[in-house]
């Protein structure tokens, strides 16, 4: 940056600058006569001195980073560094000269000097750092949805919607844990669409997928809002119980069987096989048992439901209780 006068050298108008709106002009001006206007070229980074101080744009516009990639313009009459001179911090924000750009600079003491000294000057302060922090919590909160927004996205299927394999290695731990610690019942039931690669063959990927999204529709329609629904992987599906004991699992997974075989897949009924349907296993926590073995255990009641015919349920042996 070049010198090219002091404040009362140029022919800046203080009455202009904002943090002088509506104050004691006539002293702030006089504080302000010795301070540095300074000239920075476009692109010219203006750098953070060892000691705070204000940097008012006169002329031009400076960009300021926030380190997080977002940007503000700091326009003629407006300033930034007013925090870093509050608080004796250092300058954390990346400043940069958009066009040229002429600067007044203020060092803190005479920052401290027109607030305690200038009528007016401390109200617009705390105007403007009421402001930014207003901004700033603003673009806190955009942020945080957006984070949780892709935090969902993150953790559901993007074909069925349900829960995916992600979140289903995060939370089922949980629960399993949680069910032990307070000793309530947990129960899972996994359950394979039947002859799904047949169906893929004959109608087509596109109405597979479509015969999917149904399946994944029956089962979020027909469980209580604490249960929860899965893409375990491809056609296998896993819906939890949380505080349900086997029985009521099992009569759960029979309700789905059925609403799974009376699902329409296809709204032309011409077609042949408009329907699909499930084999499904039902297990239900056993003392010690972690969640890998309720999986394992819930996995091998499928197993026998396909091998029994499919389109049918079987639920496991409870463990004895330990
Ligand atoms: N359309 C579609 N097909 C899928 C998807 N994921 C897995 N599949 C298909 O599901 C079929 C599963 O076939 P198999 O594991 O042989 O089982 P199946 O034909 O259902 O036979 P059973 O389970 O024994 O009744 C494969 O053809 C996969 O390509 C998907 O996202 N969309």
Same mark, same amino acid.
């Not at 920075?40 to 000691?51: D, L, M, Q």
């Not at 313009?73 to 954390?92: F, M």
């Not at 109200?123 to 901004?135: D, G, K, V």
């Given at each position: 940056?070049?010198?090219?006068?002091?404040?009362?050298?140029?022919?800046?108008?203080?009455?202009?600058?904002?943090?002088?709106?509506?104050?004691?002009?006539?002293?702030?001006?006089?504080?302000?006569?010795?301070?540095?206007?300074?000239?920075?070229?476009?692109?010219?980074?203006?750098?953070?001195?060892?000691?705070?101080?204000?940097?008012?744009?006169?002329?031009?516009?400076?960009?300021?980073?926030?380190?997080?990639?977002?940007?503000?313009?700091?326009?003629?009459?407006?300033?930034?560094?007013?925090?870093? @001179? /509050?608080? +004796?911090?250092?300058?954390? #924000?990346?400043?940069?000269?958009?066009?040229?750009? *002429?600067? !007044?600079? %203020?060092?803190?003491?005479?920052?401290?000097?027109?607030?305690?000294?200038?009528?007016?000057?401390?109200?617009?302060?705390?105007?403007?750092?009421?402001?930014?922090?207003?901004?700033?919590?603003?673009?806190?909160?955009?942020?945080?949805?957006?984070?949780?927004?892709?935090?969902?996205?993150?953790?559901?299927?993007?074909?069925?919607?349900?829960?995916?394999?992600?979140?289903?290695?995060?939370?089922?731990?949980?629960?399993?844990?949680?069910?032990?610690?307070?000793?309530?019942?947990?129960?899972?039931?996994?359950?394979?669409?039947?002859?799904?690669?047949?169906?893929?063959?004959?109608?087509?990927?596109?109405?597979?997928?479509?015969?999917?999204?149904?399946?994944?529709? @029956? /089962?979020? +329609?027909?469980?209580?809002? #604490?249960?929860?629904?899965?893409?375990?992987?491809? *056609?296998? !599906?896993? %819906?939890?119980?949380?505080?349900?004991?086997?029985?009521?699992?099992?009569?759960?997974?029979?309700?789905?069987?059925?609403?799974?075989?009376?699902?329409?897949?296809?709204?032309?009924?011409?077609?042949?096989?408009?329907?699909?349907?499930?084999?499904?296993?039902?297990?239900?926590?056993?003392?010690?048992?972690?969640?890998?073995?309720?999986?394992?255990?819930?996995?091998?009641?499928?197993?026998?439901?396909?091998?029994?015919?499919?389109?049918?349920?079987?639920?496991?042996?409870?463990?004895?209780?330990?």
């Amino acid at each position: 940056m070049k010198l090219l006068s002091t404040f009362a050298a140029s022919s800046h108008d203080p009455a202009a600058l904002q943090l002088l709106r509506d104050a004691d002009i006539a002293r702030a001006g006089a504080l302000l006569a010795p301070c540095p206007v300074m000239l920075a070229a476009p692109g010219e980074i203006i750098s953070a001195p060892a000691s705070p101080r204000l940097v008012i744009v006169l002329r031009g516009a400076l960009a300021d980073a926030t380190g997080d990639g977002a940007t503000t313009r700091i326009l003629p009459g407006e300033s930034a560094g007013e925090q870093s @001179v /509050l608080d +004796g911090e250092a300058d954390l #924000s990346g400043l940069t000269a958009l066009e040229e750009s *002429e600067l !007044l600079l %203020v060092d803190a003491d005479l920052a401290w000097r027109l607030i305690e000294e200038a009528d007016g000057v401390a109200r617009n302060l705390l105007r403007l750092l009421s402001f930014r922090i207003r901004a700033a919590s603003m673009q806190l909160r955009r942020r945080q949805k957006l984070g949780e927004f892709y935090r969902q996205l993150s953790l559901n299927d993007g074909l069925t919607g349900l829960y995916n394999r992600a979140w289903l290695n995060d939370v089922l731990p949980r629960l399993v844990s949680s069910a032990h610690a307070t000793r309530a019942p947990l129960s899972l039931v996994m359950l394979d669409i039947d002859h799904f690669k047949k169906f893929n063959d004959r109608h087509g990927h596109q109405q597979g997928d479509s015969a999917l999204r149904i399946a994944a529709h @029956v /089962l979020a +329609g027909a469980l209580r809002p #604490s249960d929860f629904a899965v893409r375990y992987g491809g *056609e296998e !599906l896993m %819906v939890i119980l949380p505080d349900t004991p086997g029985p009521v699992a099992a009569g759960v997974a029979e309700r789905l069987c059925e609403r799974m075989r009376e699902a329409v897949v296809f709204d032309d009924m011409r077609q042949p096989l408009p329907h699909i349907t499930a084999s499904f296993g039902v297990a239900s926590l056993a003392d010690a048992q972690d969640d890998h073995g309720l999986i394992a255990v819930a996995d091998g009641a499928l197993y026998r439901a396909k091998e029994a015919g499919r389109n049918r349920v079987v639920v496991a042996a409870q463990a004895a209780p330990a």
